[in-house]
T-cell receptor
Framework: GAGVSQSPRYKVTKRGQDVALRCDPI?????LYWYRQALGQGPEFLTY????????KSGLPNDRFSAERPEGSISTLTIQRTEQRDSAMYRC???????????FGPGTRLLVL | AQTVTQSQPEMSVQEAETVTLSCTYD???????LFWYKQPPSRQMILVIR??????QNATENRFSVNFQKAAKSFSLKISDSQLGDTAMYFC??????????FGTGTSLTVIP
C-alpha cells in the first residue's frame, strides 16, 4: 500500500481482556517499529523488527506485552490481561532499512475500561 | 541514556512570519540521526526534516530548515513564511545506531491568521 496501515483504528475493551493490534508496513520496508504515545507526549519506543527478527524489545513495559512479525511483513502487538494504564495510542512505523527514516501509521487508539 | 528536550511546550507565530523551535539532546554517540516530526490535529506523524550527525551542512526542506550544532547538541527547527497548515505539535527525535528512536515531549505551534 501507499503508507503504513494499522487496524483497528479504535479499540475499546474491558480490563482483563486480551487485545491484538495489527500493523501493515509499507511494501518492501525491512524494519518495523512499535511505539506507545500518551496524550500530550511524544511516542515511546516499545520494540522493533528487522525482517521477522525482533531486534530490540527493551521498551515493552512488562511481559503482558508481546509482538511478532512471523513472515517479515505484517506485525501484531498483543497485550494480555489489559489494564486501564494500557490506554494510549499505539503507533507502528516502518523504514526501508536500518538507519532510514521511519514512516508512521495512523495509530490504534486503545481504551481499557 | 539518550534524552531529547524540547523546552517550549507552546509557541505561536503570525502567519507569514518566521518561528524557531528548540531541541537539545544528550548522547555519548558520535553517529546518529535527528528528525523533526509534525503531528497535526489528525494525530498523524509526518516527517518534516532529517539530519545526519556526520553532515555539517544544515538540512533544508522548502520552508523548513534546521540549525544543527553538534558540539552544543542542539537541533532547532526554523519555519519560514508560516502558514495556517503549519499549526501542529512538533516533535524532535533522535535515532542512534540500532534504530531506537527517542522523542521529545513536543512543542505545540499555533499559526495565527
Amino acid at each position: 500500500g501507499a503508507g503504513v496501515s494499522q487496524s483497528p483504528r479504535y479499540k475499546v475493551t474491558k480490563r482483563g481482556q486480551d487485545v491484538a493490534l495489527r500493523c501493515d508496513p509499507i511494501s518492501g520496508h525491512v524494519s518495523l517499529y512499535w511505539y506507545r504515545q500518551a496524550l500530550g507526549q511524544g511516542p515511546e519506543f516499545l520494540t522493533y523488527f528487522n525482517y521477522e527478527a525482533q531486534q530490540d524489545k527493551s521498551g515493552l513495559p512488562n511481559d503482558r506485552f508481546s509482538a511478532e512479525r512471523p513472515e517479515g511483513s505484517i506485525s501484531t502487538l498483543t497485550i494480555q490481561r489489559t489494564e486501564q494504564r494500557d490506554s494510549a495510542m499505539y503507533r507502528c512505523a516502518s523504514s526501508l532499512a536500518i538507519q532510514e527514516t521511519q514512516y508512521f501509521g495512523p495509530g490504534t487508539r486503545l481504551l481499557v475500561l | 541514556a539518550q534524552t531529547v528536550t524540547q523546552s517550549q511546550p507552546e509557541m505561536s507565530v503570525q502567519e507569514a512570519e518566521t518561528v524557531t523551535l528548540s531541541c537539545t539532546y544528550d548522547t555519548s554517540e558520535n553517529n546518529y540521526y535527528l528528525f523533526w516530526y509534525k503531528q497535526p490535529p489528525s494525530r498523524q506523524m509526518i516527517l518534516v526534516i532529517r539530519q545526519e550527525a556526520y553532515k555539517q551542512q544544515n538540512a533544508t526542506e522548502n520552508r523548513f530548515s534546521v540549525n544543527f550544532q553538534k558540539a552544543a547538541k542542539s537541533f532547532s527547527l526554523k519555519i519560514s513564511d508560516s502558514q495556517l497548515g503549519d499549526t501542529a505539535m512538533y516533535f524532535c527525535a533522535f535515532m542512534k545506531h540500532g534504530n531506537q528512536f527517542y522523542f521529545g515531549t513536543g512543542t505545540s505551534l499555533t499559526v495565527i491568521p
